[in-house]
């Protein structure tokens, strides 16, 4: 199912409307020019650097503004948690030969409680803007959702919820350069955890 859909607010140039693929399976979105390629190039080139791995909104405000407008609206359009703030940003540099294996993201490590036997907090979702061109970047590093092969382009988000299986294809060539955000785990805490913390602090009372 192909739903066109109006791209999420935003400072920055303005891009063709975007279109969201409801790709099978639960809670995932392709959106495509969601930013124009131009400006995605320009942050690319700002990322390919040395220590340009973590992001936060003191050095990067510009960028942590517009992960958390995509953040925002993909919640309030599809998800529905809640989320305000990032957790944490960081931009993903793969260069020839580089790969993911099958992961998913809500393995984000959170608070353990006593009596309790896995964190509380976890990724509801996690947003990702691609910043370069498969075929012009880069060749290969295509991401693999269940039997859905994809291979985003230059200013595409790929918005993915915590508990889908997914893997990237090693690069044949080139590099292949994204940002990805993940949503405040203290409000999933709150979203999904507060029942189950709840109960624990009647049983266990300070």
């Known amino acids: 199912m192909i739903e066109n859909e109006g791209r999420p607010s935003t ?4 891009a063709p409307p975007a279109t969201t693929t409801a790709l099978p399976g639960p809670k ?3 959106i495509k020019a969601a930013m124009i390629a131009e400006v995605a190039r320009g942050i690319a080139a700002r990322l ?11 050095t990067a405000p510009d960028l942590a503004r517009e992960m958390t407008r995509l953040v925002r609206w993909a919640d309030e359009r599809h998800f529905h948690t809640g989320v305000t703030e990032l957790a944490e940003l960081k931009a993903l540099t793969y260069d020839e030969g580089d790969f ?7 393995s984000y490590e959170g608070i353990i409680l006593p009596g309790m036997d896995e964190p509380v907090g976890r990724v509801p979702f996690a947003t990702q803007l691609y910043l370069s061109e498969p075929g012009v970047d880069y060749e290969g590093g295509e991401l ?3 039997r859905k092969v994809l291979q985003p382009g230059i200013g595409d988000v790929v918005v993915l919820r915590g508990d889908v299986p997914h893997e990237v294809r090693p690069i044949t060539s080139g590099t292949r350069i994204a940002v990805k955000a993940l949503v405040q785990v203290a409000t999933y805490l709150r979203w999904e955890w507060t029942p189950r913390l709840s109960r624990y602090l009647a049983r266990h009372p300070s």
């Open 48 to 58: 390919d650097r040395p220590g340009a791995t973590s992001l936060s909104a003191q």
């Open 100 to 106: 993911m294996r099958r992961h998913t993201d809500n």
């Open 11 to 14: 400072n920055m140039l303005p």
């Open 28 to 30: 995932v979105l392709h």
């Open 144 to 146: 693999v959702i269940g």
